[in-house]
């Protein structure tokens, strides 16, 4: 098992609240969050964080949303891991592109947030 301190999360959501309980949650479970309330912000986060190793994001945003942002995320750093999070699980389920990632219904438990982080980077 590898040293979850190490480990920096990008998390990313234009909703306040779930930014800040998705950052408390992977926190308390050890790692080193970085938030953005936005696309541009997050891809300016990654760019001032190279060892940010896994992006949890929201899909539905304004501007860039969570799949255009992974998109964009893994053409600069193509070894990132991507989780998605939405409250609209059905309209994002029919929209074309591809996922990096799995999708986790909102609301999400606190459990299942960690199980998931923790399959995905092997902690």
């Known amino acids: 098992m ?12 234009d909703e306040e609240s779930m930014l800040k309980l998705a950052a408390a949650i992977l926190q ?9 309330q936005n696309g541009l912000a997050a891809m300016t986060a990654l760019d001032e ?4 190793t896994l992006l949890f994001t929201d899909i539905k945003m304004p501007g860039i949303d969570g799949f255009i942002l ?22 994002v389920g029919t929209k074309p592109g591809v996922r990096h990632g799995k999708i ?20």
């Open 70 to 91: 992974a998109d964009m995320a893994k053409v600069r750093r193509p070894d990132l891991k991507v989780l998605y999070a939405t409250g609209f699980a059905d309209e």
């Open 28 to 36: 308390r479970d050890g790692y080193q969050v970085v938030t953005a």
């Open 104 to 123: 986790l219904e909102k609301p999400y438990d606190p459990p299942q947030l960690r199980a998931e982080v923790r399959r995905l980077l092997n902690t």
């Open 49 to 52: 964080n190279p060892d940010i």
């Open 2 to 13: 590898s040293d979850r301190a190490s480990i920096t999360i990008l998390v990313v959501d």
